[in-house]
């Protein structure tokens, strides 16, 4: 149950990050530019390879997409 749930909370984060690079336009490499992060975490995220990403990535990757943490998370 509990893995049944973190794979439902990563594919509404994946869906919102993608939505939202779609919407500007953007790729994963320009992503991970914008959030100051190595593009094999913004892979990493893709594929479900990190369950619970950390606050500070969740910042990052909010403003890089300009958006507020509020926007990212619901």
């Known amino acids: 149950m509990l893995r049944e749930q973190n794979t439902n ?4 984060l994946w869906l919102t990050v993608k939505q939202r690079m779609e919407a500007m336009q953007i790729n994963q490499s320009e992503l991970a530019r914008r959030a100051d992060v190595n593009t094999t975490v913004i892979s990493a995220l893709k594929l479900g390879k990190i369950e619970k990403p950390s606050f500070e990535l969740i910042c990052k990757i909010a403003k890089a997409l300009e958006m507020s943490l509020d926007d990212f998370v619901n």
């Open 9 to 12: 909370n990563h594919n509404m």
